[in-house]
């Protein structure tokens, strides 16, 4: 089988996020990446490139160039720039006839996350945005499981992710945490955009409930910040359960702790990101089971991301490649003309759409004075 060929824009020298990106597409082995503009400047671009074994003429100086020189050539491009330009560069892959994978968040406004949903649409394109933590195996158990029923009636979730890397005055993290602290670079949020879209992500993703209204309150609790850096969120989902989330960076002695808990009026259910092989079900009679990935006890449309035997911990990695797999393989159905969206098993343009929703909901409660705000 020929292997995708794929394009990136953004992860040149010294970019954690394109790294992961391109090693998790290598898992499988099912992509070749062929072509990109991995930075503004255009010398480091081609340096990228020519690490990476690309050939200099399809080295770019600019995404536009990249993406009409492209089209026909790429079945997919990835993004991984920072927030302010995921709207122009993916818009300019879309109508270059080319399937979109964006790190999250999709976008900084509303209207530019319809506009992409639309234009992803009438293009009929493939749109992935890359929730990590949703490719977990064992998130994925959790999510079938409560399809089946299993939990009843959900009531409430509690969801944080915590982290402490920006907790220090004078201190910014690096190129990482320079661009996300800057207003010009990732909107009009900080912490939110960063973690609080993963927590919205994966609830909604687990539990299928979507959010009726929210009511935020985004701190800047470091000297000298000038974006959130801990906040939040109380939400009131559609048919009355209701939820807490916190995000925050300054928490010392955390390093990456997303843990979500759902309880429904037959039980509840556990999941820590750190602790990411296991699920922890509590039932109505208070028996504690734990299932563990690669062990019986998980959904078979769960088990199937498994790739290493009970015992030997998959983790973010794994996690990130499982979500290009399923993205890999409707691309390849597609153009072999046998694809239908049940196949689609991966965070798309629409889910990101309400990431973004759910930061700007968030931001007017906040700038508010906390009150209760709609949901777009």
């Known amino acids: 089988m020929n292997k995708l ?25 099912k992509a070749q990446l062929a072509a990109g503009c991995f930075s503004r400047t255009y010398e480091k671009c081609l340096e990228t490139g020519v690490e990476l074994g690309i050939d200099p003429k399809r080295c770019y100086a600019d995404y536009e160039e990249m993406a009409r020189n492209e089209a026909g050539r790429l079945d997919y491009v990835v993004v991984v720039t920072p927030n302010v330009s995921h709207y122009p560069v993916c818009k300019a892959f879309l109508e270059a006839g080319i399937h979109v994978s964006c790190d999250k968040p999709l976008c900084l406004t509303p209207e530019q996350a319809d506009e992409l949903v639309a234009l992803a649409r009438e293009k009929d394109l493939l749109f992935m945005v890359t929730y990590t933590y949703t490719g977990h195996v064992t998130a994925k158990h959790i999510r079938d499981f409560i399809r089946e029923g299993r939990l009843g009636k959900i009531r409430t979730v509690m969801a944080e992710y915590p982290q402490g890397w920006l907790a220090y005055e004078g201190e910014w993290g690096g190129r990482q945490g320079e661009w996300r602290c800057d207003p010009a670079q990732s909107g009009g949020v900080n912490c939110l955009g960063d973690l609080g879209t993963h927590v919205e992500n994966i609830v909604s993703m687990m539990t299928g409930l979507k959010i009726k209204r929210v009511l935020a309150k985004l701190d800047k609790l470091v000297p000298g910040r000038v974006l959130d850096d801990n906040d939040v969120v109380l939400v009131e989902y559609e048919g009355g359960a209701v939820g807490s989330y916190w995000t925050t960076q300054v928490a010392i002695g955390r390093d990456n702790d997303l843990s979500v808990r759902i309880y429904g009026e037959n039980g509840s259910i556990e999941w820590k990101q750190t602790e990411c092989e296991k699920v922890l079900i509590v039932s109505r009679d208070g028996t504690l089971t734990e299932r563990h990935r690669g062990n019986g006890g998980i959904s078979a449309d769960a088990a199937k991301y498994g790739r290493l035997p009970s015992g030997h911990n998959e983790g973010w990695l794994e996690a990130m490649a499982n979500l290009y797999r399923s993205f890999m393989e409707c691309i390849s159905a597609k153009a072999e003309g046998f694809f239908t969206p049940e196949m689609i098993d991966f965070q798309t343009v629409e889910d990101g759409a309400e990431g973004v929703k759910f930061v700007h909901a968030c931001l007017e409660s906040n700038n508010r004075g906390n009150v209760w705000v709609d949901m777009l």
Do not use: K
């Open 5 to 29: 060929q794929y394009g990136m824009v953004g992860g040149g020298p010294g970019s954690f996020i394109g790294d992961a990106h391109r090693r998790a597409i290598n898992l499988d082995g």
